[in-house]
């Protein structure tokens, strides 16, 4: 009894200091721009700009979480990873030799938000599990009602594409392959960089 107790009391503490982490990332997102509630980004790639407008009103801690990264500079200089034409353009893991970039703890699901995986937005990647998001987020380059709340949790999004969409359609028909190193798939064969992630200015 006492293994079986000193155990989920080691789960408890696990659990404990993974809610507190989060809550100290939400805290730096939340210090960042804090009466702004649409934040807008640039994305600068190596084929052109992106302009995106979260929305802090639905997906509160997704953008606060995103922000943080975002003022870390952790996305500057990494890759979209993953491209399937007409389905998803992934990226915020990876740098150009495929190295992953340091990771804050899991985010809450916020799928149930009410926004939809539509064209032209942007959401979290995350594993099987549902409360896994980190920093990894992807563009939907379709409809993709598939990948919102039903029976199961979806995948929160948590903005919109204001500018720019021209570089995503081309990035979306970049030529990819299963990568001969890695074994994954989708992956282009040549890599597409996102060369920096800024916060724009309130206006």
Known sequence: ??????????I????????????EVNKVGENIQPDNLFPKIKFETAGGTIIVELDRIKAPITVNNFLAYASKGTYDNTIFHRVVKDFVVQGGGYDLFYAEREQLPPIYNESGNGLKNQLYTIAMAREKEPHSATSQFYFNMGDNPGLDPGK?????????????????????????????????????????LLKKVTIMPEE
């Open 1 to 10: 009894m006492k293994k079986i107790s000193y155990f989920f009391g080691l």
């Open 12 to 23: 408890t503490l696990g659990l404990f200091m993974g809610v507190t982490l989060a809550q």
């Open 152 to 192: 199961d949790w979806g995948y929160t999004v948590f903005g919109v594409v204001m500018e720019g969409t021209e570089v995503l359609d081309a990035i979306s028909n970049t030529q990819t392959h299963v990568h001969p190193e890695l074994g994954w798939e989708d992956v282009p064969v040549k890599e597409v």
